[in-house]
């Protein structure tokens, strides 16, 4: 097998995929600063059994872990447009909805994903921690606020850090889904181009590369900052 492997195009379809990790990256680093602080407000709610919104929330995880994010994809993909071009009409809002950038939805669909994974990673995360600290924090004068931000969060981080990576590894490679939104990240270019003469082993085995490195880089760096908060906890200790 591998003397049949074109390797002239697995050298340029690897090129090819690295020119998507921009797309790529921006998806995901938009969806986590949507989901994070959303997953924290809606894990409050859980942990401290806020009655509408606990409720809504276990809802909704349970809609994202019973459906593959395909299906999810797909859902948002052709319901979203149709609601805003009725909308749109209605209102007589000179908008072409078909013509937004498929970017738009990637946004939407991941961030929706994301968040009810993070929701559950800072839930069991919350747990972990002496809520006496919270009291504590509170009987020294510092608001519900300054608790969370100077004592339960950093606490809350270094806890959440290995259950944050890997929420963030999944994201990475579920935007390999973006091909469902015609999104031109690593993996819709890479098999456009093994279109022409069919070299698709050799477009797999680039894209394959090109998220192994990606993901072993975010995992490193994720290593890196777990490292800095446990000797921050340390030194507060």
């Given at each position: 097998?591998?003397e ?5 195009f697995?050298w340029?379809?690897?090129f ?7 797309i ?7 969806a986590l600063v ?8 809606l ?19 349970s809609?994202v872990?019973?459906?593959p994010?395909?299906v999810q994809?797909f859902i948002?993909y052709?319901s ?6 009725i909308?749109?009409?209605k ?13 738009w939805?990637?946004?939407i ?6 968040t ?10 919350l747990?972990?921690?002496d809520?006496g600290?919270?009291?504590?924090a509170q ?7 300054q608790?969370y931000?100077r ?6 981080l270094?806890?959440?850090m290995?259950?944050l990576?890997t ?10 889904l973006?091909y ?8 819709l270019?890479t098999k456009?181009?093994?279109n ?6 050799e477009?797999y ?8 490195l ?10 890196v900052?777990?490292?800095?908060l446990a ?7």
């Amino acid at each position: 097998m591998a003397e049949g492997l074109n390797i002239s195009f697995l050298w340029e379809a690897f090129f090819i995929a690295l020119s998507g990790v921009p797309i790529t990256l921006l998806v995901t680093i938009v969806a986590l600063v949507i989901a994070l602080p959303t997953g924290f407000i809606l894990a409050l709610s859980r942990f401290y059994r806020i009655p509408l919104l606990r409720q809504i929330a276990s809802v909704y995880i349970s809609f994202v872990r019973g459906t593959p994010i395909i299906v999810q994809i797909f859902i948002i993909y052709s319901s979203i447009p149709l609601m805003l071009d009725i909308l749109f009409k209605k209102y007589n809002i000179g908008i072409n909805i078909y013509e937004i950038h498929p970017i738009w939805y990637a946004f939407i669909v991941f961030s929706f994903n994301t968040t009810a994974i993070l929701i559950e990673v800072f839930r069991s995360a919350l747990q972990s921690i002496d809520q006496g600290q919270y009291e504590a924090a509170q009987s020294i004068g510092l608001t519900s606020v300054q608790a969370y931000r100077r004592i339960i969060i950093p606490q809350l981080l270094v806890v959440a850090m290995p259950n944050l990576c890997t929420a963030t590894v999944n994201l990475i490679k579920a935007t390999s889904l973006g091909y469902a939104f015609s999104l031109q990240e690593i993996t819709l270019r890479t098999k456009v181009a093994a279109n022409m003469n069919y070299n698709y082993i050799e477009a797999y085995l680039a894209i394959f590369i090109v998220y192994l490195l990606l993901c072993s880089a975010v995992e490193y760096g994720f290593k890196v900052y777990e490292n800095r908060l446990a000797r921050y906890q340390l030194r507060m200790a």
